[in-house]
């Protein structure tokens, strides 16, 4: 290796959210005063880690445009893919031509606003010297019951082994690619991760922040808004 590794963002805002039932993608909701997206985008940025984050974004998206981020001089925007999945290959393509195969890559959700600095560098210095990557995930307090059917319970889950996926995911600029590349139309990649996974690689797991909540429903909002008021970083 010759050349000093970068590091990207990667953020799918693709989605329509349709667990919030809103008028809009739950990323152009409000939330203290900015929408969820310019919160997230603008906690990547302060960073300073990224040389550049590329955000993935609907064709038939009329908010972006809007939003002053969108022009700033950090911030790479490409085409949004049917899936999750399909957004981030999308927006790894949109770097290809400047990003190095052992280039870092950091797969962070548009609706994951709450994410703070001290987890972004804390996930980089867990897994830099790794060879694959792994993502921020949290370990579950409840027990956890596997179902069938008409919600009948089959079985008790041992939680000791049981880790909820969080965002960012950190991984290798080429492997992640190749990895996306050939699981593309398989609906059961929800994550990196799995998408590495299905290649027979094992990912890391880092412990994250609670706080660094996915919004789903309208109630996140509430939360998320709590959060960021009681965070001091
Ligand atoms: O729907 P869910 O909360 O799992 O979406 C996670 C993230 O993936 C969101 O930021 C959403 O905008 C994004 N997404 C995307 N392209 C899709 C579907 C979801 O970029 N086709």
Not at 12 to 31: C, F, H, S
Not at 67 to 76: F, G, M, Q, T, Y
Request: glycine share 6%.
């Amino acid at each position: 290796m010759n050349h000093s590794i970068n590091f990207w963002a990667v953020v799918p805002a693709a989605g329509v959210g349709k667990r919030m039932n809103a008028d809009r993608p739950k990323q152009y909701l409000e939330l203290a005063g900015k929408t969820v997206i310019e919160h997230t985008l603008l906690r990547l940025l302060s960073a300073e880690v990224f040389t550049a984050v590329a955000v993935a974004i609907s064709e038939e998206d009329p908010y972006w445009p809007d939003l002053d981020v969108s022009a700033h001089k950090k911030i790479i925007t490409a085409a949004g893919g049917k899936e999750r999945a399909d957004s981030v290959l999308s927006a790894l393509k949109a770097i290809r031509t400047v990003a190095s195969d052992d280039d870092w890559v950091l797969v962070h959700d548009a609706a994951r606003p709450c994410i703070t600095t001290i987890d972004i560098h804390h996930l980089i210095d867990s897994l830099k010297t790794d060879e694959i990557g792994g993502i921020l995930a949290l370990s579950s307090h409840d027990t956890l019951k596997s179902v069938q059917g008409d919600n009948v319970i089959v079985g008790t889950l041992d939680r000791s082994h049981i880790w909820r996926a969080l965002t960012p995911q950190m991984f290798r600029y080429g492997l992640l690619k190749n990895a996306l590349e050939a699981a593309e139309g398989n609906a059961a990649i929800t994550d990196e991760a799995s998408a590495l996974e299905l290649q027979g690689m094992q990912p890391k797991i880092v412990e994250g922040r609670p706080d660094n909540i996915k919004i789903t429903r309208p109630e996140d909002l509430a939360l998320a808004q709590f959060y960021m008021e009681h965070q001091n970083d």
